[in-house]
Structures are given as C-alpha cells and as structure tokens.
C-alpha cells in the first residue's frame, strides 16, 4: 500500500483471467482441433483416392489387355470362295499395292551411299578386265584315254564248246563218212586258236582199237586263229575210209561195222560221234 492509500502494481504479478476468456479460449483449442482434425481426414481421402484411382485405372488396362489377348479376338471368318476371288481382284487391281515412284526414290535416296559406291566400283572396266581371263593363256585339253583292246586268251575248256557229227547215220559201199566240226567261243573276250595242225585232230576208234587219227599223217582241218566273242567257227572233214593207225606208209581199208569220232580243239573234245558203216 502507498502512503495514499492505493494498492501498488508492480507487474509481477498478473491478474488472472476470467472465466469467459477462458471460455473462448477452450472455444478456439476446440475450433482449431475440429479443423486439424478435418484437414487429417481430407488428406487421407485424397491420398485413399489416388490409390484407388491408380489400382481401377490398373484393373481397366488388365481388362482391356485380357479383352484384347482373348484367344482368335481378331481371327477373321475365313471367306468364301467368291469373297477370295473378289478379294484377289480387288487387290490385284488396288494401285496402292504397287510401289509407288516417291516410295522408290525415298528407298533409293535411304540406301547407303557406301553401298552404291561400292557397286559403281565394280561396274568400272578395270575390274571387269581383271575378270576375263588372258588371251594368252591356252585352255588345258585332258587327253581322252585310249581305249584299252581285250587281249585275246587261248580258247580252253572254260570259254570254248567243241561239237563233232556225222553228216547221215549210215554210209553204204564207196560213201565216205563226211564229218562237221564246230567250235564256239562261249566267253565274253576273244580266244586264240593257233593254227597249227595238233590243235585241231580228228580222232576215230572202234570200240578199244585205234583206227584212225589227223595228227598220224599231219592231215587237219583249217582253224582260225582267233575267236571273237560268241563266234562259231565251223570245218568240215571228209573220212577216206582208211586205216592210218600202222602208219602213213601202210594204209588200209577198214571193214564195215560201228565207229566214233571225236574232234580235239585247242585241248579241247568233243563228245562222240556215231559212224556206221554198213558197206
């Protein structure tokens, strides 16, 4: 208290509020929590939303991408065959099928300038000159092989037939028993027969006695010396109806009865031959 009587304010101390302030105090806290909390349940809606937006808009494009991959979604009915035809004739005479000249300058203007260069580089005479060969130089002729010749082999057993037969079963009195020879080269080369008078012999016998033979007296049939393949080669050789088996200087008659002859070619005889002779 001053001397006046007045109590004095120093400022420490503050009088308290009344209750209506503390009234629109708790007005204000309450106003500005409602609104934080508004503003909380705004921002969370919007964020829920984006969510929920971005997942439909992920949902559309899944449907729209299963629509689109639905098996044969864009397979076309298969047309008719009047549809085909009507169809070839309309693109076969549809110009824009065709190339058009802007389309073939552009494709020629795109075309590497490295490549066409590369083209004009063999197009130039020089390289077209390298190519061909020199007038100087002589083509190589191979030597066509000469033909090799079949060497002739000796007529054998193995590539020769000998047939001996008698011209008529029977000879009556003053008939010379007239024989044919044949010798066929059954191979597929030429055989050789030399002419010499033992390669062709004529031997006749009846039964066990030895009447007459070629080679005794050097008399023999004419042979050729060479067979082709498959050639017959024939002689023919006349019997005097003598006896040479004592020698060339003691010929004798032979008496009538039953011989046979067989005919020795090259090695090489015949079967026998039956000569009767009943005269």
Avoid: H
Avoid at 222 to 243: E, H, I, M, S, Y
């Amino acid at each position: 208290m001053s001397e006046n009587g007045y109590e004095e304010f120093n400022g420490s101390e503050a009088a308290e509020p009344s209750s209506e302030v503390y009234r629109r105090r708790r007005i204000v806290a309450a106003l500005i929590a409602l609104l934080a909390i508004l503003l909380l349940i705004w921002g969370l809606t919007w964020v829920f939303g984006k969510i929920g937006g971005s997942n439909d808009d992920n949902a559309s494009s899944a449907a729209s991408t299963s629509e689109s991959s639905e098996p044969f979604d864009s397979f076309s009915a298969r047309p008719s065959e009047s549809d085909s035809a009507s169809a070839d004739a309309s693109e076969s005479a549809d110009p824009s099928d065709s190339a058009s000249p802007s389309d073939e300058a552009s494709a020629s203007e795109s075309a590497d300038p490295s490549a066409s260069a590369s083209a004009e580089a063999t197009d130039t005479p020089e390289a077209t000159d390298s190519a061909t060969p020199s007038e100087s130089a002589e083509p190589t002729q191979t030597p066509e092989p000469t033909p090799t010749e079949a060497q002739p082999l000796a007529c054998g057993a193995s590539n020769m037939n000998v047939v001996l037969s008698a011209s008529q079963p029977s000879y009556g009195k003053g008939q010379n028993p007239s024989l044919a020879l044949t010798y066929t080269n059954t191979s597929q080369n030429p055989c050789d027969i030399p002419a010499d008078a033992q390669n062709v012999v004529i031997n006749i016998t009846s039964g066990s006695a030895q009447v007459y033979n070629t080679a005794t007296c050097q008399v023999s049939p004419a042979a050729v010396a060479q067979l082709a393949p498959g050639q017959v080669g024939q002689t023919a050789f006349t019997w005097d109806r003598k006896l040479n088996s004592l020698g060339c200087n003691n010929l004798r008659d032979i008496q009538p009865g039953y011989y046979w002859a067989t005919a020795t070619v090259n090695g090489v005889t015949s079967e026998p031959a039956r000569i009767i002779i009943s005269g």
